[in-house]
């Protein structure tokens, strides 16, 4: 079996553990991004399998079409980058782990991590340093403060661990089932998304991209956090409207966010509108990107590809593009 690793681009695959379980098969790694479809349409119509690093590439339907060879792609998580029905009408099997019994330490530890920085305005402090000068400013200190967590799911429950050792107040909102939950587990939930907004100081977002959650965080939203506040997103930027979050920076008002992820990634332009805000702390989508996170992820991804060899595929999406595996 020939097997694609796509946009592995800081070379690290090849240097997991869980890398040896694919040690039988013909394994090509690419550690570049490719955006014409043509180009990429060249590239993977020799392999069997493609394994996805996140949503890092789209799986068109134009892709899919002329990729007479492919018979699996193998990845972990939520696909809302993947043309499912796509796949399943070219008998391409997707199979994608979408819980793990580990939980996400690794986007949880990030999410304060960025808290932590727009708070006590490490960049800025370390720029000015590096800079031959020396305090620039006064930070702010998060025992007594209230966050809220928007999602009721592992990420969300982590993080308020965090707050809770630190001596916050947490409110949350989420989906009706969400919100029901949380309240089921004696939690404080907010009286209405108005509340929600505009009480905590701080908002950190945690809800897997999906159709019905695409632009579910409206700048009218984010326009009713109080001054001084802060957005925080280690999620998807799809959740939120499309320039939504510059808007709600360049509102006039005395607002923060900091961010781990963008609407097209990568960025590369230094003078892009969002990076380069004052009011903003980003990192290049590194929530999940941990040694020990990769580890966990990629091993279920190669679990799923050597369980296609086998003939008894795993996590499958869409069982209905099964095919005799023998003749496969």
């Known amino acids: ?31 570049d991004h490719e955006d014409d479809i043509e180009k990429l349409i060249k590239r993977l119509r020799p392999f069997d399998a493609l394994v996805l690093f996140r949503e890092r590439t789209l799986i068109t339907s134009q892709l899919i079409e002329q990729l007479p060879n492919l018979k699996i792609i193998s990845q972990r998580s939520v696909y809302p980058h993947i043309d499912v029905d796509a796949c399943t009408r070219n008998n391409v099997l997707l199979c994608s782990k979408l819980n793990s019994d580990n939980p996400p330490f690794a986007t949880a530890e990030h999410t304060w991590a960025l808290i932590l920085s727009s708070v006590r305005q490490i960049p800025q402090q370390m720029a000015n340093m590096k800079a031959g000068l020396w305090q620039m400013g006064v930070g702010k200190t998060l025992h007594g403060k209230c966050l809220g967590l928007y999602g009721y799911g592992r990420i969300a ?16 909102w989420a989906s009706k089932q969400g919100r029901s939950r949380a309240i089921a587990d004696g939690l404080v939930v907010a009286a209405s998304r108005q509340e929600f907004f505009s009480k905590p100081d701080i908002i950190s977002l945690h809800v897997r991209l999906k159709t019905e959650t695409a632009g579910l965080i409206k700048f009218q939203d984010l326009n009713l956090m109080r001054d001084g506040s802060l957005f925080v997103n280690t999620s998807r930027a799809g959740l939120i409207e499309e320039g939504a979050i510059l808007k709600y920076l360049n509102s006039g008002k005395n607002k923060f966010a900091a961010l781990d992820v963008f609407d097209s990634e990568p960025i590369k332009e230094p003078n892009d509108p969002l990076v380069s805000h004052p009011n903003i702390i980003c990192t290049p989508h590194i929530g999940f990107v941990t040694e020990e996170e990769f580890e966990l992820q990629f091993s279920d991804i190669f679990d799923q590809i050597l369980a296609y060899q086998t003939g008894k595929p795993i996590n499958v999406i869409n069982p209905s593009a099964l095919r005799d595996l023998n003749n496969g």
């Open 157 to 172: 429950k982590i993080v308020a661990k965090y707050a809770d050792a630190f001596g916050m107040e947490v409110i949350w």
């Open 1 to 31: 079996m020939k097997v694609a690793i796509l946009d592995d681009w800081l070379d690290t695959i090849s240097k997991l553990p869980c890398f040896s379980k694919l040690k039988n098969l013909d394994v090509t790694i690419f550690t």
